[in-house]
């Protein structure tokens, strides 16, 4: 089983980015489980969101302690949050930033595998949300594809085509943008 | 068809796939969803249903009660202080024999204003005469939903059902679920057609008065139709598996024949338990988990059955009787009566705290370790 954490701000749709990934493993066969950190969110406020993807049913109910894959929509969260906390060692971290992975240090205990994506450029070209606030859920999963191969960038894309409703076509793009742009 | 979904669609689509007459809802978080995708369904014309809007729960349920009296199958779903505002009705609901079946998100009651997940709403309904069941995943909410209208609509029984699921932990986590063929869910689930109805052409009445020459044998007749269940649940669980694959009983053990330690427990804290079960085995410790599936009736013969030889007995309660105990835990240690167990009560996951594998696994520790105890609170911060 691998598990992912997502954390990003209310309003760049982590809680949905979740549940878009699992839909993408459910489409190549997996057996998922998605869900948000529960609190009543609000905009700006941090958020967290979890995803389990396994080969076998899930049955584990609690939150994801010690997560195989950090994904972080935004980067002004890292020393706001204890990001890494419990972050498996050799894990990999997925990081929205116009900056490169070498940028970034984590407790050396951790030694993760940082990938950066400038996922906020994309989404705002895309017309995604705002300039002041784009949404970038979707882009980040592309990079998701990318840096971990638990899931095709294809199947991503079918999974945000069917669960965005709005500017889907315009979603997907972003992904498969983020997906060419990842960077390690 | 397999679908990823949350609880709440789960649970929505159980209804749907019911093919209940009549729907009476009013929303509550965080049970909204269910009501919201149902008035979809309906209004889209998926479900020839009608779908009452009303003024609060109390009129939910009052709608529920006149629609299945007259032969409709119904359905409606709450949460919480919802819940607390039908009692009157649940009460009546029961007694009056009518297989209503209700989704009930637990939720922690107020104050402190919360939406997480707790059962002390719905073991606030212990008594009133409706079966329960608190499902451990999705698809059991879907599957529950379904069993629940067979069971119910049995002429031995003619009782309400309550289908519980945790806040949050399923109402909003997606899953995978089964959602089966139409032709397979019309075979095993017949069209509701009850033996007595309210019918101008046939004056008759429910709920008239009762003098003390009827009332107490009323009383008697809910308690063996409750009995019965416990019968018709195992019947209609067969039928089930033979269709769709899946067992549900009363309870359902896991790893419990040669364990040392067991930890009772319900909802979804169970498949976390079965998790921690598995890491503690492979470091040689022999623990199991009997889950409690129905809090009414009570499956006291066959939690003894499975746990009399069993050394220590924890039971985990996501809700608290004041003044007493966890009620899972009273309820378990009634039916141990003269069993020699250990016998330990836990508090945990009150008001939606998350209950980890450590948890557990700490549970576990402590029987291993301590002496008896009927009441540990697990994780309590310093509140002095």
Not at chain 2, 112 to 118: E, K
Request: charged share 20%; hydrophobic share 40%; with cysteine.
């Amino acid at each position: 089983m691998v598990e992912i954490r997502f954390h990003g701000r209310g309003g760049q749709g982590a809680v949905k980015g979740s549940d878009i990934l699992a839909m993408a493993a459910f489409k190549e066969g997996k057996e998922v489980q998605a869900f948000p950190s529960f609190g009543v969110e609000r905009r700006g406020a941090p958020v967290t969101a979890f995803t389990r993807i396994s080969d076998t049913p899930i049955r584990i109910h609690c939150y994801i302690y010690d997560p195989d894959i950090l994904v972080i929509l935004d980067p002004t969260l890292i020393g706001a949050v204890p990001l890494t906390d419990g972050l498996k060692p050799g894990g990999k971290v997925i990081l929205n930033t116009s900056r490169q992975p070498v940028d970034f240090s984590f407790p050396a205990t951790r030694e993760p595998k940082i990938y950066t994506v400038d996922c906020s450029s994309i989404a705002v070209r895309y017309g995604l949300g705002t300039p002041q606030a784009p949404i970038i859920n979707t882009a980040i999963l592309g990079s998701v594809a990318k840096a971990t191969g638990l899931v095709s960038i294809e199947s991503v894309m079918e999974a945000i085509q069917e669960k965005i409703p709005h500017r889907s076509a315009e979603n997907a793009k972003a992904a498969r943008e983020a997906f060419d742009e990842t960077r390690d | 068809m397999k679908k990823v979904l949350t609880g709440n669609f789960a649970a929505a689509y159980g209804a749907t796939a019911a093919r209940v007459n009549v729907i009476a809802a009013y929303p509550i978080t965080p049970q909204t969803t269910i009501v919201e995708i149902l008035s979809e369904i309906v209004a889209n014309g998926e479900l020839k249903a009608e779908f009452v809007k009303v003024e609060s729960e109390h009129s939910a349920l009052a709608a529920c009660i006149g629609a299945q009296a007259v032969g409709a199958r119904t359905f409606t779903a709450t949460s919480a202080q919802g819940l607390a505002l039908m009692h009157e009705l649940i009460h009546w609901s029961a007694r009056a024999r009518l297989p209503i079946v209700m989704a009930n998100v637990n939720r922690a009651m107020a104050p402190g204003w919360s939406i997480w997940a707790d059962a002390t709403d719905s073991i606030s309904e212990r008594d009133t005469g409706w079966m329960q069941i608190y499902c451990e995943n999705n698809q059991e909410v879907f599957d529950s939903i379904l069993m629940s209208y067979k069971i119910g609509e049995n002429p031995d029984i003619m009782l309400p059902t309550l289908v519980n699921l945790d806040a949050f932990f399923l109402s909003h986590t997606s899953q995978v679920v089964d959602l089966y063929s139409p032709e397979e869910i019309d075979a095993f689930l017949p069209s509701y057609k009850p033996e007595h109805i309210l019918d101008p052409d046939k004056p008759s009445s429910f709920g008239a008065l009762t003098s003390p020459e009827h009332y107490y044998e009323f009383s008697y007749k809910i308690q063996k139709a409750h009995e019965e269940a416990k019968k018709v649940i195992q019947t209609v669980a067969g039928e089930f598996q033979k269709t769709f694959g899946r067992f549900y009983g009363l309870v359902d053990p896991y790893r419990c024949e040669d364990a040392e330690c067991v930890l009772v427990c319900y909802g979804t804290i169970a498949g976390t338990a079965k998790e921690a079960v598995d890491a503690l085995r492979e470091t040689g410790v022999k623990a199991g988990v009997l889950r409690i599936r129905y809090f009414r009736p009570f499956p006291g013969e066959e939690i003894r059955r499975i746990l009399e030889h069993v050394p220590k007995v924890g039971v985990i309660d996501r809700s608290i009787s004041y003044g007493n105990r966890g009620p899972f835990f009273t309820e378990t240690r009634d039916c141990l009566s003269g069993v020699q167990a250990g016998l330990y009560g836990f508090i945990a996951g009150l008001g939606g705290r998350d209950v980890s594998l450590k948890d557990i696994q700490g549970m576990v520790d402590i029987m291993r370790k301590d002496t008896p105890n009927p009441l540990i609170w697990i994780g309590v911060k310093d509140v002095c």
